[in-house]
């Protein structure tokens, strides 16, 4: 299930099933949506990005779906592993300036 | 292959103390970036670079200065502390891309 914590929503799912990790942004000049992935005590990690002409887009056991209608983006993870654990941020970056604006993140939880 | 390299990892200082936060990348990338990381929030920029010689505000610039010395250096200076600007700082490197940004392992700063 979801929460929200004190800070950051969780997202709880039992290993090996598939989680979805959602995101809502409001700048609609974003060129790219990207996701990155923050283990405990690590700077972020990059792990997918999507094209803004783009709705869908497949990596290594993850998908981002991207949805311009009601600016949603998604990130699915296949069979979640306990090395998944972790917090993941969506960001934006719009290309005529340069930087990469980061989203509110959320933290999965895997149980055993 | 170093990637991006901060340093100090841990400063403590006192309200009204200045200090340069140091950052060095050695992946040739023309995009720098400074964040900033409350504890359990998101990342927020600081200030970036698109370029050698330019530099732009973030989203929460107030209170710092940035120098773009180089291709590889770009530091970030607290001219007066404030026990607000405790937080953990990171630096960050994008190449073409502009999406896969590389991170170094942060600065923890406690202003007191």
């Known amino acids: 299930g979801e929460s929200v914590g004190l800070h950051l929503p969780t997202l709880s799912v039992q290993e090996g099933d598939n989680s979805i990790i959602n995101c809502a942004y409001s700048?609609?000049?974003?060129?790219?949506f990207i996701w990155y992935k923050q283990e405990s005590g690590k700077g972020p990690q990059f792990i997918i990005d999507i094209r803004s002409n783009m709705d869908k887009r497949q990596g290594q056991r993850v998908t981002v779906l991207l949805n311009k209608t009601v600016k949603h983006l998604s990130l699915q993870i296949a069979a979640t592993q306990p090395g998944d654990s972790a917090v993941y941020f969506c960001a934006e970056r719009v290309n005529r300036d340069d930087k990469i604006i980061f989203g509110k993140g959320t933290r999965l939880h895997i149980l055993p | 292959n170093a990637g991006v390299t901060q340093t100090p990892k841990f400063q403590v200082l006192k309200t009204g103390q200045s200090m340069t936060l140091q950052c060095a990348q050695d992946?040739?990338?023309?995009?720098m970036y400074w964040y900033r990381q409350d504890p359990g929030m998101g990342l927020r920029l600081i200030y970036y670079s698109a370029s050698e010689g330019t530099t732009d505000k973030g989203e929460v610039p107030n209170g710092y200065n940035v120098s773009r010395l180089n291709k590889r250096e770009f530091s970030l200076r607290l001219e007066s502390a404030a026990p607000s600007q405790t937080s953990v700082y990171f630096c960050?490197?994008?190449?073409?891309?502009?999406?896969?940004?590389?991170f170094g392992q942060g600065t923890r700063l406690t202003v007191v």
């Open positions: 700048n609609s000049a974003s060129d790219y």
């Open positions: 960050a490197s994008s190449g073409p891309s502009g999406t896969e940004a590389f």
């Open positions: 992946m040739n990338h023309n995009s």
